[in-house]
């Protein structure tokens, strides 16, 4: 069990499986936040890391994302592992775009997608969530109004399944930060996340 981090009771009737995006592993300060605050009697939240970041973890040196399939695939080992009778998958920018391909065919309860990275930064036409359109999993796209893989002027235009709905986060970038100006702090951000991603939850 050291590959993975769990918070919140054993006998949850729910259970959230929750990973990382590319740049950072399942003990960054947002990923904290967000586990720590939903967990509790009602939800469990299993925290993971694909093998690349494993490898990181265990020498210090820092190396690009696995390829698709592998990701892919620990997605699929991780939910047969953890398995739940109300399981929903939940990542990471792009940890939640890996769950989000393989979400129908593991029929979790729900999807939970954090900042997802529908274009990269610059580069709209590179666009990364044509699948979204067509998805059967009921799913909670989480947003910052302002991120640069998907703001929320772009997402409007997007052709998204009438099953995801959008929780749209003040101000917030990428990593869900807010600019000073905008009178709201990453902490309000990030708890605001937590109370949506539970009515998310306890409400399917």
Request: charged content about 25%.
């Given at each position: 069990m050291s590959h993975v981090l769990i918070n919140g009771a054993d006998n949850a009737p729910n259970r959230v499986l929750l990973t990382h995006g590319a740049g950072a592993g399942m003990e960054h300060a947002v990923m904290s936040s967000l586990a720590l605050g939903l967990a509790d009697e009602q939800i469990q939240v299993i925290r993971f890391e694909f093998p690349f970041m494993r490898k990181t973890r265990a020498d210090g040196r820092k190396r690009p994302p696995d390829r698709e399939p592998a990701l892919l695939d620990c997605w699929r080992e991780m939910a047969a592992e953890f398995a739940h009778p109300r399981l929903f998958l939940a990542g990471k920018s792009m940890g939640g775009r890996m769950a989000s391909l393989v979400a129908d065919e593991l029929a979790p309860a729900g999807l939970i997608l954090l900042g997802f990275p529908f274009t990269p930064p610059g580069k709209p036409d590179r666009f990364r969530g044509q699948h979204l359109a067509t998805l059967a999993t009921p799913t909670l796209l989480v947003q910052g109004e302002r991120d640069n893989f998907g703001n929320r002027e772009a997402v409007a235009a997007y052709d998204l399944a009438p099953g995801?709905?959008?929780?749209?986060?003040?101000?917030?970038?990428?990593?869900?930060?807010?600019?000073?100006?905008?009178?709201?702090?990453?902490e309000r951000n990030l708890a605001a996340i937590v109370a949506g991603m539970r009515r998310f939850v306890l409400a399917r």
């Open positions: 995801v709905k959008s929780l749209w986060v003040k101000d917030g970038d990428h990593g869900f930060s807010p600019r000073k100006s905008s009178g709201t702090t990453l």
